[in-house]
Each structure stands twice: as structure tokens, then as C-alpha cells.
């Protein structure tokens, strides 16, 4: 029976041989690209978590979350990302200013009573956006990546990991009332002293990308967007990341925790997914992994069972005929 990392490490089985760290060329997907690359000076699998679905709203107790988390990197996981506004701002009485930061302490926090190896874990944050309540009582997000708030953000992100220098820092995204080369001049800043050691952006156009670049030359590493069956970049920032040997990191990849999305973009993958025996989840994941060396991709769970269903898509092999009926979309006929 397989073993997971943690059962390998309790049995004394060297790092390189543990499940979760085998040679890449074990899973390579049928396109033969490695499931791991470099990123913000890890090297760590393209199959990555993110943390939003466990700290805003519908989320879980925080033992769950935990547990979510520990699921995760017991199952391989490397790369967690959270951000500073991955919380509930409060209502009166059941929240208050305490919860900000929610998020963040929750992967600190999972990290610190993990047994399993730390310092192979990149921790990515993001800053310049906040939670809204309105007086109705929905929640919202609000952009402020003013530079005084990203810098400020960015010093309480850190403290909140217990971290001299964030190793990947994300602007979360565009403020529309401030040009982004001042948005960027806080990340070049914050680059220069030693706050953040490698910077991504999110929600961003390929003029935004060089906007970027310009400013933080090879400070700038990673590119978020969204990018899922039912959201196809439409903004080709894919292709610019490639270009510019830029990580792509898609975010939403299954679709989106709070937003609706268009369900019959994932007809076939629930097709294959039913002929494979496998979740429907990891044929979207295997696919987006298939589509290029340096892409990443962040799906939420928020049980220990989805996370463990999520990282086993690296070990799903999709053939080059079910590639190219998911590339197009086609709805099988019948039983094949
Ligand atoms: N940069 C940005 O602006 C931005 C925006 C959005 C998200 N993100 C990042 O992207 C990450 C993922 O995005 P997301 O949370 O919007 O959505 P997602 O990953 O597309 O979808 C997550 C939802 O899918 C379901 N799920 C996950 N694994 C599953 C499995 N194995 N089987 C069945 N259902 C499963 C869970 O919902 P149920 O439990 O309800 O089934 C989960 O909440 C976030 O955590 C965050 O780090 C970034």
C-alpha cells in the first residue's frame, strides 16, 4: 500500500525517496512535463493549495482548517497561499478588528504543528485589498494598494508568519484610483529593504505585466489569474507569462468558491472523470498542470478528504486523445 510523507518520514525514509518528494519524472503527465518548478527560490510541485476557502465566509472551525491544511502537505503539497485580506471583517459584537488576519495566522499556525519538513514550504501572501460589510450585511472586497498601505500590510504579514522577509508577495490587485507604476514603486521599496523577496502580481493584463517588470525586473516572478474550464484567459497573459519565464498561478481553478460559473464548461471533464473513476476536480487540475512547464495551480478545499483528492491529480495520467477532447470541449457520445 502507499505510503504518505508522514508515514515515510516516521519510517526514517530519506527525503528524496519519501512519496511526496519523488523524483518528478515518477508523475510526469503525458505531455512529460515535471510536476515541480522553481518558484520565489523553491523548488516545489506545481499542484499547490490555497487558503481563502478556510478563513472567509462558509468557511470551517478552525481545527478543520488545520487539519485541512496538514492534509495537504502530508499528501505533498509545498507551495500554501493565503493573503492579508483572508478574513471576516467583523460585525458588531461576533468579530471587531480581531479577526483581521485570520488567514494568515491560520497557515502559521498549521505550519508550526506540522511534523513534517517546514523550510521545503513556500508561504505566498498578497496585500492591497480589504474586506467589505455593507449594511445589509453582505461582504465584499475593496482595493487600497496605496503604497503606505502595501507597506504597512506587508510589515503585519510578516509578523503574522513570524518571518523576516516574505519570500513571495503578491500585489493582490489593481487599485483603479492610482496609476500601477506607483503601486509597483511600494513593492520595488519593499524589495530594496529586504521586506519581500520575490514579488507576484494578481488580476493583472499583459500591459500591467510590463508595467511590472520594468519596475521590478527580476524581483517580479509570478503572474495570479484566474484560470479554470469555465475561464480560459481570455486576456492571453498565459502566453506572456511563458515569454517572459514568468510563473502563472491559476487561481479559481475549480471554478471559484463564491462566484457562479458557467457548469457546462466542465461537462467533459465530469465525463472523463466518470470513465477514469476519479473525481471530476482532479481531471480539471491534471489538465491545467498539462498545459505548460511553468504553470501553478491553488484549488481550495475545505475538508481534509477534498485536499487529499486534490494533490492526487498529480498522479492521473490524462492520454493525448482525453487532452484534446478537453481542449475542445466536446461532449462524448455514449460510452467509450
Ligand atoms: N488572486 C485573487 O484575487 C484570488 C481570487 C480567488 C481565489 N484566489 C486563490 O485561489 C484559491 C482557489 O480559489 P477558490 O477558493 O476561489 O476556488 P476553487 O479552488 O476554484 O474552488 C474551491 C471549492 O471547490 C470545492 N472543492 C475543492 N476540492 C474539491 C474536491 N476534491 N472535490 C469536491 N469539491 C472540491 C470546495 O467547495 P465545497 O467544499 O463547497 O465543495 C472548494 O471550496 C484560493 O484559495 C485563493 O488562494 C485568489
Known sequence: MAMTPAEGRRAGIPVAERPGNAAPTRMETRRDRSLYAELAGYRVPRLAMGCMALAIEGRPGSHTAVDTIHAALDAGVRYLDTAWSYYLPGRPGTGGPGERGYGERLVHDALATWDGPRDEVLIATKTGWLRTLDSRGAYGWKADARPQTIIAQAKESAMRLNVDCLSLLYSHCDDPALPYADQMGAFRQLLDEGVVGHVGISRVGNDDIDIARSILGTGLVAVQNQFSPSSRDA????????????????????????????RSAYTVFQQIAALRDVSCQQVVLAWELSRHANLFTIPSARNPFEARDCFAAQDLVLTDKDLALLERGTVLSGAQ
Open 235 to 262: 486576456g492571453h497573459t498565459m502566453g506572456h507569462c511563458a515569454d517572459l519565464g514568468l510563473a502563472f498561478v491559476c487561481y479559481s481553478p475549480l471554478g471559484g468558491f463564491l462566484d457562479s460559473c458557467d
